[in-house]
T-cell receptor
């Protein structure tokens, strides 16, 4: 069984469109994250949610809106897509009660290409 | 601010050679955690190891070993007798004080390791 899953795996769209990426984890974790990996492989955190509550928002343009319908899901909606949004987006989760002493479990990534 | 530096952008070695990937970090937190992740060509991120700031014991797992030195703020990763399957991008990451239970991982730039047959 997949622990952290993302759909779709690939997303090709045109500038100006609105798109969503879905993330689900079946690990029972409380905390979920979105990361962006750019073309140079640099990974940067975008958002973190704890049990549906937004905790971390790392100066991401407000065209990006995360939504957590329940603690097992964290979706990423992007409005008015721009060329610079092309990247691989990773979802991750971890158990909150472990304190800092646990790793994050990453999904397989969604490669977004904006043309 | 937290920072992780992986000065080696790319490393290329011949199979069976030993190779060390460097990681230097900066943090003002007294409690922090260090991680290594592997990203093979297939693209997923694979967790390798976690180390907290109070545990400076080195660790060995098969051909992999990690050397944590607080005095030099380094957490280096060595692969012994490298194999072609070790070819990947390796990331060192740092997490400090939790923010309302959320762990903010700061990643290094990654080191692309190529093992040639």
């Amino acid at each position: 069984d997949t622990a952290v899953s993302q759909t779709p795996k690939y997303l090709v769209t045109q500038m100006g469109n609105d798109k969503s990426i879905k993330c689900e984890q079946n690990l029972g974790h409380d905390t979920m994250y979105w990361y962006k990996q750019d073309s140079k492989k640099f990974l940067k955190i975008m958002f973190s949610y704890n049990n549906k509550e937004l905790i971390i928002n790392e100066t991401v343009p407000n065209r990006f809106s995360p939504k957590s319908p329940d603690k097992a899901h964290l979706n990423l909606h992007i409005n008015s897509l721009e060329l610079g949004d092309s990247a691989v987006y990773f979802c991750a989760s971890r158990p909150r009660l472990s304190g800092g002493a646990s790793e994050q479990y990453f999904g397989p990534g969604t490669r977004l290409t904006v043309t | 601010a937290q920072k992780v530096t992986q000065a080696q952008t790319e490393i290329s070695v011949v199979e069976k050679e030993d190779v060390t990937l460097d990681c230097v970090y900066e943090t003002r937190d007294t409690t922090y955690y260090l991680f290594w992740y592997k990203q093979p060509p297939s693209g997923e991120l694979v967790f390798l190891i976690r180390r907290n700031s109070f545990d400076e014991q080195n660790e060995i797992s098969g051909r992999y070993s990690w050397n944590f030195q607080k005095s030099t703020s380094s957490f280096n990763f060595t692969i012994t007798a490298s194999q072609v399957v070790d070819s990947a991008v390796y990331f060192c990451a740092l997490s400090g004080f939790l923010i309302q239970g959320a762990q903010k991982l700061v990643f290094g730039q990654g080191t692309r390791l190529t093992i040639n047959p």
